[in-house]
Each structure stands twice: as structure tokens, then as C-alpha cells.
């Protein structure tokens, strides 16, 4: 027991130790315009080193499979600074993160400010044992990567809502949800959005070696399903025993005190039910039917559908509808200047993270045009195929260089579009089926997405923290979520590797070897 103590002892002070680290760190924004300084004067080093690496590179475009040969690009040329100066406004526009948060939280701004969210998780309060908290906002943020990047902008800071509601550390609550929508990425019950975009790379890649080879859709399925299974119970456990236990105690604001429902909350409550279920309902008919409006119109698809594109939109609606109607119906909003009022005061709550997205735009964009991110892929990935690990230990080397690449480059689909041509044939002619690689490289893309700061919503859990904690910085956030990511990668690799020796399919016509 003595010794159990120590081992906490010592692994919660490395803990702070990473916090006081990181919170010794400039601001992110900061940050983000040193790194940018940094890549500048790398990229010219590079360049006039004549750093260069050649790849065999997937056109999503065309469909076809080319050779590209990309050198390091400096960014003190003429050119780049013309290219730079010229597309900062567009860079900082055009940036991922931004139009999702600002079309969403349309939508939460209302349903927050009208109260509904507060009695909708006070009631979810209720009837959830508090043994079963943690779970449940884990598996809620694994299952909302169905949404796209929904649960970030919504789930994660509900996390926080909700555990307060059992008199629980908010940034617990934080940590739990992101861990569970961010680390979770690639687990699900469901198949989602990414898996045909991954299948399509993957087969594209795959008949580099066999023309005829398709990887279907559903071929992780199996796989995923199982990890959102591991990924639920492996949050909970980090969250109870490793990152709860290190939080100071939380006082709340009388704003953020739970208060029991009344009498106008109850009727704002039934109207806001009703609205939800016609809006449901409504959707349904949109989208159910095999010819749905909202069905892809040439192959009545669901996945590729006007609803899947749109589905931001469609939360905007699930959110603002419900919150209209219990507003209207608990007495807070009395006229369309109050909802303005409340939409605005949530636009006005951005204005930290519309700073950091500004810094951490440029920075991203300077790294894509100096081609330093896929210099490091292929690079990594020539040295791993150097090397020449085989079996068991190859595989998880790849899924550690996909955990590191993942910290440097966030978009999964650019990643795999680089890394499938090099990959999946290198595995095939070492016996790999397609589907086990792509598995492989799903686990470790997932597993770093709560420590990338280059991750775009990374930024905006800053800023999440930074309501309960005024001092959070990024330090506080890598050092809350560093042990979820290792948990998780180590956890995901043993279940990966004990489903390769047991032989089990991957998912429908998905086998382990080729």
C-alpha cells in the first residue's frame, strides 16, 4: 500500500511539474507567433540545404496514385513573403475551427442562456448514478464524433456542467469529455464520416499491389466498435483515480450553483421536449425515407447526404429550437431582442479564442506552405521502413510515428492521404492486410489529439479551462490530458495486438493478412 502511495506520489508531482513547466510558457497566442519565427527560420535553413523528399502521394481529386517530389520551402524567399503577407486575413477566415465553433454555439448560446442546457443536465443529473458520471460523458464524447467536430464545441464544456451538478471538480468534467470526444476519435458504435473517406485512400493505396482490391467502409468496424468499449472504461478510470484527485477543490460562483428546478423551469422544460421531438420528427421524414430530401439525390446515400455536410447546421437547430421554446415557455424571453441579446453575449465570450485562433492560423499555415509537416511524415516514415521491424513490433512502431506525426499535422485526412501510399503497400508485401494498417494508423492519429497543440480545437479548450481556472494556460491542459493519451495509446496498442494474435476480423470481410 506504502509503495502504491509513492508510485501516485510520484506520478501526480510529474504531473505538476509538466503544469508549472507549460504555465511558465508564454501566452498561446504567444506562443503560437514564436513557433511561427521558428518555422521561418527552419524552413529557410531547410531550403538552402536542399532538403527534399520524394513520395508516392494520393490525388483525392482524381483518385489516382503519383509520384511527388516536395523540397522545403523558405519562407524569407520573395515569394513566400508576397504569399504570406497577402493571405493572413484568409488564413485566419478560412480556418477550420472557427466557422464550427461560431454556427454551433449560435445555437448552445441560446439554449445555455435561456437555462435549458442547466435543467436538461440537472435532470440527466437525477438520473444517472454518480458511480456512473464518468462513463457516461466519455461514451457521449466518443459517440458524438458521429457529428463531425460537434462534441468539441458542445460536449466538452457540458462535461463540466454536468459535474458540477454532482458537486465534482468542473475541469474534470473538462477533461473527462475531451478525452472522450478528442482521444475517442477513431472509436465508435456507429460508422461515421471518416470511415469511407479512410476506405477510399486505403483502396487507392492498396492497388499500387492489387488492382482489384477494395477496402470497404465498415472494415474497422469490429475493431471500433470494441475501443469505444476500452476507451469509455480507460477515461473513467484516469479520470476517478489520476486527474480528479490532483485538482484543487472548486468553489463555484453563485452563477454556476445548481439550482432544483421550478415551476417555470418545468413548463419551459415540456415545451422545449415538444419542440424537440417535432424538430425530430421533422428530420426524419427529411432524412429516414430511401428519396429523403436530405438523402444524397444521385445514390440516396446517407453518409455522403446534404444532412451528413450540413450537420452543423442541423445542431445549430437541435440547440436553438429547444431553447427558443423553453425560453419562451419559463418566462425568459419575452422578444426577439432577447435571443439577439443572447447570441451575442456568446459570440462576445469568443474574443479570447478568436485571438488565439488569429496566432495559431498563421502558424499552421506557414508550416503547410513550407512543406516542413510533410517532410517530417515521409521522412519518419522512410526511417521506419529503414530500420525493417517486422510482425508485432512494426505495427506498433507505426502507430507510435502516426502518435508523434499526429502532434505535428492534425488533419487526419491529410495524413493518411500521405502515409496510405507508403504504407499499406509496404505492409501488403510484408503480409499486412489494408484494413490492419489503416487500424494501425487510426490508433495512433486518436491517441495525441488531446496533447496537439496544433489541433484546432485545442485552442478552444483553453479557453474552456480558463472559465474555472483563470491561471490555466497550456500547460494545464497538456498536463491534465498526458495521462489519458498514454493510457490510451498503450491501452488501444495491447487490445490491437492481442486482437492480431487471437486472429479476429477487423470488421464485414475485413481480414488481418494479405
Known amino acids: 500500500m506504502a509503495k502504491e502511495k509513492q508510485k501516485k506520489g510520484f506520478v501526480l508531482r510529474a504531473l505538476d511539474t509538466v503544469e508549472r513547466v507549460g504555465n511558465g510558457l508564454p501566452n498561446p497566442a504567444t506562443i503560437f507567433l514564436i513557433l511561427t519565427a521558428v518555422v521561418i527560420v527552419l524552413s529557410a535553413i531547410c531550403a538552402a540545404c536542399g532538403v527534399t523528399v520524394t513520395y508516392d502521394y494520393l490525388d483525392s481529386a482524381s483518385g489516382e496514385i503519383s509520384q511527388k517530389t516536395v523540397a522545403a520551402v523558405s519562407l524569407l524567399s520573395p515569394d513566400s513573403i508576397r504569399h504570406m503577407v497577402t493571405t493572413v486575413v484568409n488564413n485566419f477566415t478560412s480556418f477550420f475551427a472557427l466557422g464550427t465553433v461560431f454556427t454551433i454555439m449560435i445555437g448552445v448560446g441560446v439554449a445555455d442562456g435561456t437555462g435549458f442546457m442547466s435543467a436538461l443536465l440537472r435532470k440527466v443529473a437525477a438520473s444517472t448514478p454518480k458511480a456512473f458520471v464518468t462513463a457516461v460523458v466519455v461514451f457521449l464524447g466518443i459517440m458524438s464524433n458521429i457529428a463531425s467536430s460537434t462534441g468539441y464545441v458542445v460536449l466538452v464544456p457540458l462535461g463540466a456542467v454536468l459535474f458540477m451538478a454532482f458537486g465534482r471538480h468542473p475541469i474534470a468534467g473538462l477533461a473527462a469529455a475531451f478525452a472522450g470526444v478528442s482521444g475517442g476519435w477513431s472509436a465508435n458504435l456507429l460508422i461515421g464520416t471518416n470511415d469511407p473517406m479512410f476506405a477510399g485512400m486505403s483502396t487507392q493505396a492498396a492497388q499500387m499491389i492489387d488492382p482489384g482490391y477494395t477496402v470497404l467502409p465498415v472494415c474497422n468496424w469490429y475493431f471500433m466498435v470494441a475501443s469505444t468499449f476500452l476507451i ?249 490530458m498526458l495521462p489519458y493519451s498514454l493510457c490510451f495509446l498503450i491501452g488501444w496498442i495491447i487490445m490491437f495486438i492481442i486482437w492480431y494474435l487471437l486472429g479476429l476480423p477487423l470488421g464485414p470481410g475485413a481480414p488481418l493478412v494479405y
Open 232 to 480: 469509455t472504461a480507460i477515461g473513467t478510470f484516469v479520470t476517478d483515480k489520476i486527474v480528479e484527485p490532483r485538482l484543487a477543490p472548486y468553489v463555484p460562483d453563485a452563477s454556476e450553483v445548481v439550482q432544483d428546478i421550478g415551476e417555470n423551469e418545468k413548463r419551459g422544460m415540456r415545451w422545449a421536449g415538444i419542440t424537440a421531438l417535432v424538430y425530430i420528427i421533422f428530420m426524419a421524414v427529411l432524412v429516414v425515407p430511401e428519396n429523403g430530401l436530405l438523402r444524397n439525390p444521385e445514390t440516396h446515400a446517407f453518409l455522403t447526404s446534404p444532412f451528413m455536410s450540413g450537420i452543423i447546421f442541423f445542431m445549430m437547430l437541435l440547440f436553438l429550437l429547444p431553447g427558443l421554446a423553453y425560453g419562451i415557455g419559463a418566462g425568459v424571453i419575452k422578444n426577439d431582442k432577447d435571443v439577439v441579446a443572447l447570441m451575442n453575449k456568446t459570440i462576445s465570450g469568443l474574443a479570447s479564442f478568436m485571438v488565439l485562433i488569429f496566432f495559431a492560423a498563421q502558424f499552421t499555415a506557414c508550416f503547410n506552405y513550407s512543406n516542413l509537416g510533410t517532410i517530417i511524415s515521409v521522412s519518419g516514415a522512410n526511417f521506419l521502413e529503414s530500420v525493417g521491424f517486422t510482425g508485432i513490433p512494426l505495427l506498433v512502431s507505426f502507430i507510435v510515428l502516426t502518435a508523434f506525426i499526429n502532434i505535428f499535422i492534425a488533419v487526419d485526412s491529410a495524413k493518411w492521404a500521405i502515409m496510405a501510399p507508403i504504407f499499406v503497400p509496404m505492409f501488403m508485401r510484408l503480409g499486412f492486410s489494408p484494413e490492419l494498417t489503416q487500424a494501425a494508423y487510426r490508433i495512433g492519429d486518436s491517441s495525441t489529439n488531446i496533447i496537439a497543440p496544433l489541433m484546432p480545437f485545442f485552442v478552444l479548450t483553453v479557453a474552456f479551462f480558463q472559465k474555472y481556472d483563470k491561471k490555466a494556460g497550456i500547460g494545464s491542459v497538456i498536463s491534465t
